[in-house]
């Protein structure tokens, strides 16, 4: 009797096991500073290239995953949305000022760091209310792309909360701007 009732647990364990197979697992809810770097990011689409921030002394190259890739200036971007924004040091000439090509454009020397920005439902649910920019979080890396373990979180947030009817993304109507003016 013992054998029958085991292989009749051990079948039912097999089929609800099957019966799972198929399911979608949910979204782990992530917080700031989880977020891991896709290695392939650099084959994703660009949502800016080259923006130039003389203030900051940087070139900022913007890359957004197929999901992101879906949005819209109407409904803001979709879950599963990602970017990933390098931010180059500048070069400067003997005197410290910025360096310009022959384009007029400064000209980018030391990858300084690297900052993604993802959304799903339930992400970064251990942030303080003040603090919430929907379902976004945020991650920083060195320039050699490892975790910046002293990362400021709530600077991102800080800086991205103004942008809430634009779903917390800056450079948002230029981007869908651009995207309208190329026709897609």
């Not at 660009?46 to 940087?58: G, S």
């Not at 819209?72 to 410290?96: C, Q």
């Not at 050699?144 to 991205?160: D, I, P, S, V």
């Not at 909360?161 to 800056?170: C, G, I, L, S, W």
Request: charged content about 25%; overall charge neutral; aromatic content about 10%.
């Amino acid at each position: 009797m013992k054998i029958t009732m085991l292989s009749v647990i051990a079948t039912g364990l097999v089929i609800a096991g099957c019966s799972q197979m198929g399911a979608v697992p949910p979204v782990s809810a992530l917080n700031d500073g989880q977020l891991s770097l896709p290695a392939d990011y650099k084959g994703w689409a660009k949502f800016l290239t080259a923006v130039q921030r003389e203030d900051a002394r940087q070139v900022r190259d913007i890359y957004m995953n197929a999901d992101a890739g879906k949005g819209s200036a109407e409904r803001g971007f979709p879950e599963g949305s990602t970017f990933v924004m390098e931010n180059w040091a500048v070069k400067l000439d003997a005197d410290g000022k910025l360096l310009k090509g022959a384009d007029g454009k400064l000209v980018k020397d030391k990858l300084a760091a690297v900052f993604l920005m993802g959304k799903n439902p339930g992400w970064g649910t251990n942030v303080p209310e003040a603090q919430k920019t929907g379902d976004w979080i945020y991650t920083a890396f060195k320039g050699n792309g490892e975790l910046n373990g002293e990362a400021k979180y709530e600077t991102c947030r800080g800086c991205h909360a103004p942008f809430k009817d634009k779903d917390f993304v800056f450079r948002y109507d230029e981007h869908f701007a651009s995207v309208k003016s190329a026709g897609y």
